[in-house]
């Protein structure tokens, strides 16, 4: 079956600790997304790539990196940096449709739940 | 002021009522239009996807869009307890990423 698999489900970190999450999709989607998604604010938009070997930031990208060196995997480190990183993170996919022929429909992992002790 | 902007509920309604779930947005540019289902402790799933003003329907479920007031909605008819969900609204122009509304939390009560 395709979709997105993200790991782990669960996660805990010490303050001051680099973690990392994983984001693997079969679907043969050529963009992929990380989501943060607190209590009462949706989902806030960390980065996204469209293509290999290229990302951008999103609205909250500060304390968070990434890497899109293969076209099926999209992994995200929250670092040290980010100041408040207790959260569900989700991960999306999408098949960009060009020429402004229509939105981009996201497909979702299962997301991946850190806590920071 | 949010660009989009979805009352947090909860909404608790007895099994078999009318649900009406809604969106305001502020970007006129705005056209894509979508609702996404999620579960506890899920990912989110795309439920409706309409991009014109007008109803939409797909079974139980119709989605509206106002484009001159800006506003969006998603209605239930028959409402099942395993309707019970967070219901998200997410708004595009199309050139760019979706921007998610908050969320609202439903409750259907057996």
């Known amino acids: 079956d395709g979709g997105i698999t993200q790991s782990p489900k669960y996660l805990f970190r010490k303050e001051g600790q680099n973690v990392t999450l994983s984001c693997e999709q079969n679907?043969?989607?050529?963009?992929m997304y990380w989501y943060r998604q607190d209590p009462g604010q949706g989902l806030r938009l960390i980065y996204y790539?469209?293509?290999?070997?290229?990302?951008q930031k999103g609205d909250i990208a500060e304390g968070y990196s990434v890497s899109r060196e293969k076209k099926e995997s999209f992994p995200l480190t929250v670092t040290s940096a980010q100041k408040n990183p207790t959260a569900f993170y989700l991960c999306?996919?999408?098949?960009?449709?060009?020429?402004?022929?229509?939105?981009?429909?996201?497909?979702f992992g299962a997301g991946s739940r850190l806590t920071v002790l | 002021q949010k660009e989009v902007e979805q009352d947090p509920g909860p909404l608790s309604v007895p099994e078999g009522a009318i649900v009406s779930l809604n969106c305001t947005y502020s970007?006129?540019?705005?056209?894509?239009f979508m609702w996404y289902r999620q579960y506890s402790r899920k990912g989110p799933e795309l439920l409706m996807y309409?991009?014109?003003?007008g109803n939409k329907e797909d079974g139980r479920f119709t989605a509206q869009v106002d484009k001159s007031s800006k506003y969006i909605s998603l209605f239930i008819r028959d409402s099942q307890p395993s309707d019970s969900a967070t219901y998200l609204c997410?708004?595009?122009?199309?050139?760019?990423?979706?921007?998610f509304g908050s969320g609202t939390r439903l409750q259907v009560q057996p």
């Open positions: 999306a996919s999408s098949m960009p449709r060009g020429g402004g022929s229509g939105a981009n429909v996201l497909t």
């Open positions: 679907l043969n989607h050529d963009a």
């Open positions: 790539s469209q293509i290999v070997n290229d990302f």
């Open positions: 970007n006129s540019a705005f056209q894509y």
């Open positions: 309409t991009y014109s003003s």
């Open positions: 997410a708004i595009t122009t199309g050139r760019r990423a979706l921007t």
